[in-house]
């Protein structure tokens, strides 16, 4: 009998090794082969534009106090702060349920009978538990609240980085709108100076009607993008306020053409991503909080042991004696083996399980996408700086096209006036292209920078 109860005690203690074990990062990640070889000029380059603060990153002094207050005021973040310290106060009352509770519950009573003298009678009393954690059930709590830590300010990091992000974002799509509404302005004047003498040259007949119709059409057609892109404008005001934390108002700001771009773009190695980038780390903290939640429901198969105790003073032991007093001492020792109900502890286990299967693939996939944006920015960006260099090139021909046909209609009867406005559309159209190139510039880079982990503190 002795032997098989010894052996029955190796069993348990084998059979529970695996519940003390620490979480591990799961093998075979798919970190290889994240970055596109074409993309990347030196693969064993460990630096990373994500690793830049964001001071470095943004030179715009306005740009610069924007983050500053919205790192502040963001409500978003605050709620993310919030979290963490929700976090921390599961942290710390999971490092004392090591520890005993302790309980006082003095009781006092009045007895009268039949109108007798009262008697009083007290009782100062107290009790003391403790859960032996055999087989660390308290231990995985515990680990499981660190992990949950872990995970909530992982998230507040990835708040941080996005607030960064869209702040930098918007306030580079005003300073577009800007250079948009100036050329959109500057265009109108000229064409309304343009409509005007055309009107003149109608009443002296030297144009037919349709070419001042034409011009005066194209001209409503302008005042009205002009229009639509001062809403868009306000609205982007609006928009970036609300991101700060503050009501509507005017953004201060410096212009377009002052920005700065890295001279090199490095992304570094692709395992970097697993530690730099706030959700990848928050999908392997919520991974490892599966884990240890998988450990506590296998611990809840084991025995529990708790130790209680209790003690005090009171001054009624007995009827004989009148008050009299004396101390009370208990000690009680208890083990508890679940038996009767391993079927919902075994659904426990199943539903964990399954909880830390689909972390795991959670997990993985949040790598996949991260370095599918990664990959991506690096795509947009090289377009990007294709495209600028190709609208540039245009603008020139096109300037060359509106001073010839211009001279042209001037100068002789062969040039058409249809011709003239064509070509200035054309220009228009360019100038602007330009603008959204140099702010795609911009963006992407910002994207780059956010898709490697940057912004974090």
């Known amino acids: 009998m002795r032997k098989i109860i010894v052996f029955a005690i190796i069993a348990v203690i084998s059979s529970s090794c695996s519940i003390y074990r620490k979480y591990q990062r799961p093998e075979n990640l798919p970190t290889d082969s994240l970055y596109r070889a074409e993309l990347i000029a030196n693969p064993e380059d460990t630096a990373s534009l994500g690793s830049m603060p964001w001071e470095e990153l943004f030179t715009d002094p306005y740009l610069r106090d924007l983050i500053d207050s919205g790192l502040v005021h963001n409500t978003d973040l605050q709620t993310a702060i919030l979290r963490v310290e929700q ?33 009083y009678t007290y009782n100062l009393g107290g009790s003391v538990s403790w859960d032996i954690d055999l087989f660390g059930s308290l231990l995985n709590a515990k680990r499981e609240a660190q992990a949950t830590l872990l995970q909530q300010d992982a998230y507040r990091q990835a708040v941080r980085s996005q607030i960064i992000a869209t702040i930098a974002t918007s306030y580079y799509a005003l300073l577009m ?52 892109l001062k809403q868009q404008q306000k609205e982007t005001e609006n928009a970036l306020c609300s991101l700060l934390g503050r009501v509507s108002g005017t953004i201060e700001r410096g212009k377009l053409a002052d920005q700065v771009l890295p001279e090199t773009v490095s992304v570094g190695v692709p395992l970097q991503l697993l530690s730099n980038r706030p959700d990848v780390y928050q999908a392997e903290m919520t991974l490892a909080a599966a884990y240890y939640s998988t450990n506590q429901a296998r611990s809840a198969f084991y025995p529990k042991l708790t130790l209680s105790g209790s003690a005090g003073w009171t001054n009624s032991l007995g009827q004989v004696v009148s008050n009299p007093g004396g101390v009370l001492l208990n000690a009680v020792a208890s083990l508890a083996q679940p038996i009767f109900n391993k079927g919902q502890l075994r659904a426990n286990l199943r539903v964990s399980k399954a909880e830390e299967q689909i972390a795991r693939l959670n997990y993985k996939q949040t790598i996949l996408n991260a370095g599918q944006e990664v990959n991506d920015a690096l795509f947009a960006i090289e377009t990007a700086g294709t495209m600028l260099e190709k609208h540039e090139a245009q603008c020139k021909d096109l300037e060359r096209t509106v001073y010839t046909a211009t001279k042209l209609y001037n100068s002789s009867t062969q040039g058409s006036y249809l011709e003239v406005l064509t070509a200035q559309q054309s220009l228009l159209n360019a100038q602007l292209s330009v603008i959204s190139d140099k702010y795609n510039q911009l963006q992407y880079t910002v994207t780059l920078y956010k898709a490697l982990g940057g912004g974090k503190n």
Do not use: H
């Open 177 to 228: 709108m800007d250079e948009q509404v100036r050329i959109s302005d500057e265009s109108v004047i000229i064409w309304r100076e343009q409509v005007r003498a055309m009107e003149q040259q109608l009443r002296v007949g030297q144009i037919n009607e349709n070419a001042v119709t034409q011009a005066r059409a194209n001209l409503y057609g302008l005042e009205a993008s002009n229009a639509q």
């Open 87 to 119: 976090a921390q106060a599961g942290l710390y009352s999971a490092k004392w349920a090591y520890s005993p509770s302790l309980n006082l519950s003095p009781q006092g009573t009045v007895t009268s009978i039949d109108g007798n003298k009262a008697t």
